[in-house]
């Protein structure tokens, strides 16, 4: 929930019974000045209210022994003073049961993690496509954040994720973008249910962000050529991808029955891809002495040419691209032995 609507809500419930008990203590502030006379101080008439409603009974400040009416004034002072106190512990007893205080703390360290985040990814979206986005993040140990403007969709996702980061706000504005990290993302999935406010997101965190890749997803033809004039990366259709997968599995049914292993188990193999830093000196495969078992070269990208299966003594350097088979901890250390950054 936003903070402001927490306030809102604290605002509501705490402000007519705290403006009562400081209404009590003004009028019995000025009963006692009333019944005491000169020879008491406005301070004193405050305490002996402050007393009264308290139930401290440390004495009378105000001398009430010869004027019965004044008793009268403080039995009726602690009895409105005390039900309006007991009134307001009750309220705020259960602002915290109900968890607008946890949840309004919570909030506040979700967003310091979140601005703590480098080279992260945004999810814009949390429906079907954007939980299995998510799932893959999270398999492979890469950091994400959730914005999501449906309340029930996001609270589906975060009963299977109760750690994820995220924000509810609509993705196609920029300061929801602005709130989930986009100035120090490394990409943005643009996936929600809608082409149109795909289109949006992608424009928006391009200018926001020019530097991180912009994947979108997208139903209708005629928007895919729109959304990439705005910015987009890739362009992913489902409708496309599924067909693709249908004639696959008819065709090379053992190569995605082996591709589906490696997606079903949590801590099983990825074909992943690695970058190379600028100033990385270059050297031969074999010549780095990196640590072979922890992944598979299968190929390596070098400025627009593919060499597959590479030999030992193929050489390597800042701006390729390694394209390995490994699990989340082997292309960590590989990305560690190199001093490169995520893909």
Request: glycine content about 10%; proline content about 3%; charged content about 20%.
């Amino acid at each position: 929930m936003p903070a402001d609507t927490i306030a809102q809500r604290a605002y509501q419930r705490f402000a007519a019974p705290a403006l009562a008990l400081v209404g009590v203590h003004v009028i019995g502030m000025v009963g006692y000045k009333i019944i005491g006379g000169a020879q008491v101080s406005w301070l004193d008439c405050l305490y002996m209210t402050f007393i009264t409603v308290a139930t401290i009974g440390f004495g009378e400040i105000v001398d009430l022994a010869h004027s019965p009416g004044g008793r009268v004034f403080t039995m009726f002072i602690a009895l409105i003073g005390i039900g309006v106190t007991t009134y307001l512990i009750s309220i705020l007893t259960a602002f915290i049961l109900e968890g607008d205080m946890n949840q309004a703390l919570r909030r506040r360290r979700m967003q310091k993690s979140i601005a703590a985040l480098r080279r992260h990814y945004l999810i814009c979206g949390i429906g079907r496509v954007g939980t299995n986005v998510a799932h893959e993040l999270e398999v492979t140990g890469r950091p994400y954040v959730v914005i999501e403007s449906d309340r029930e969709a996001m609270e589906r996702y975060l009963e299977r994720y109760p750690d994820a980061l995220w924000t509810h706000a609509d993705s196609s504005e920029d300061s929801a973008l602005t709130e989930a990290g986009i100035e120090h993302c490394a990409g943005v999935f643009a996936v929600t249910g809608d082409d149109s406010k795909n289109l949006v997101i992608t424009l928006s965190a391009k200018l926001l962000n020019p530097q991180a890749r912009v994947v979108a997803r997208c139903h209708e033809v005629n928007y895919i050529d729109k959304i990439r004039k705005v910015g987009a990366d890739a362009i992913v259709s489902p409708d496309f991808t599924g067909g693709m997968r249908i004639v696959s599995s008819m065709v090379r049914p053992q190569v995605v029955s082996f591709l589906d292993e490696m997606l079903r188990a949590d801590n099983a193999l990825r074909v992943e891809e690695v970058h190379i830093p600028e100033g990385f000196g270059a050297g031969t495969i074999g010549g780095l002495k990196l640590n072979r078992r922890a992944y598979i070269l299968l190929a390596v990208r070098a400025l627009d040419q593919w060499e597959f299966n590479p030999a030992d003594n193929y050489f390597i350097g800042p701006g390729n691209t390694l394209v390995v088979m490994t699990t989340p901890e082997g292309r960590k250390s590989l990305e560690r032995s190199l001093g490169a950054t995520a893909a």
